[in-house]
C-alpha cells in the first residue's frame, strides 16, 4: 500500500494544499508556469505552502522538527548588517505574483505575501519595499538596510507612487487595495532607513530571489 501524500499547489488556477493527486492535477493542467511539489506529511505541506515555492524548493521539503523554513545566506559578501532584501516573482504577465523578505544575517524568511491573481513584479517588488520599511517603522529600527533588485521600485518608491500600468479586475482589485494602502502609508510617514540597489552583477542573485529563473 502506498503512503498518502500531501500535494501543495503554489501556482495554479486555484493555490492550495491537496490531499489527492487528481485533485493537485486539476489545478495545473494547463496552467502556465504552474508550481507544486508533493510531501509526506500535512504539516510538512502546510510549512511548504506558507514559504512559498521559492524558499521550499531550496530547503528540500519540509521539516519534522520546526515549522520554520530558511534560505542558506550568501557566503563572501562584504554587506554591513543589519541588513534585509526584498523580491517577488511572477509566473505571466500579469500573473500569480508573491513577494518576500529575507534577512541577509542569516536568510531567515522575515514575511511572505501571495500568490495574489493577475499581478506584475513590479507591483511585487514596490509592496515588499513598503512592507519592509513599515515593518521595521513598527519595530523603531531605523538602522537596518533595506536592498531591492527592481530599479522600478526604487522610482516608485521615491515618487511614493506605483506607476503600473496593469489593468484592474476582479481578480486583482486586492493588488489595487495594497497599493493604495502603501502609497497612503508613505504619505503619513518619512521612513528613515537606507533603501539600495542590490547588485545582482556584483554579488549574484538577491537572497530574497525565489528561485525561478
Known amino acids: ?8 499547489v503554489w501556482v495554479g488556477s486555484k493555490p492550495g494544499i491537496y490531499t489527492t493527486w487528481d485533485e493537485a492535477k486539476a489545478k495545473i493542467q494547463g496552467f502556465p508556469g504552474a508550481k507544486y511539489k508533493s ?8 510549512t511548504a505552502f506558507k514559504v512559498g515555492y521559492g524558499v521550499a524548493l531550496q530547503s528540500g521539503g519540509g521539516s519534522s522538527k ?29 500573473g500569480p505574483m508573491e513577494y518576500r523578505g529575507v534577512d541577509l544575517a542569516n536568510g531567515n524568511e522575515l514575511f511572505h505575501q501571495g500568490p495574489y491573481p493577475d499581478g506584475t513584479n513590479n507591483i511585487g517588488e514596490f509592496l515588499a519595499l513598503v512592507h519592509a520599511l513599515a515593518q ?9 538596510t533595506i536592498y531591492t533588485d527592481s530599479r522600478t521600485a526604487l522610482a516608485w518608491l521615491r515618487k511614493k507612487k506605483a506607476k503600473t500600468t496593469l ?20 504619505d503619513q510617514h518619512q521612513p528613515k532607513n537606507k533603501v539600495l540597489k542590490w547588485e545582482t552583477d556584483r554579488w549574484g ?9
Not at 1 to 6: A, I
Not at 39 to 46: D, K, P, R, T, V
Open 66 to 94: 520546526s515549522n520554520r523554513m530558511v534560505v542558506k545566506p550568501r557566503i563572501g559578501i562584504d554587506i554591513p548588517l543589519p541588513a534585509w532584501s526584498v523580491d517577488a516573482a511572477c509566473s505571466g504577465v500579469p
Open 39 to 46: 510531501y509526506a506529511s500535512m504539516a510538512e505541506a502546510q
Open 167 to 186: 489593468e484592474q479586475n476582479s481578480r486583482n482589485a486586492i493588488l489595487f487595495e495594497l497599493l493604495e494602502r502603501a502609497e497612503a502609508w508613505l
Open 205 to 213: 542573485e538577491i537572497p530574497a530571489d525565489f528561485g525561478r529563473k
Open 136 to 144: 521595521l517603522h513598527r519595530r523603531g529600527d531605523h538602522q537596518t
Open 1 to 8: 500500500m502506498s503512503k498518502k501524500k500531501f500535494y501543495v
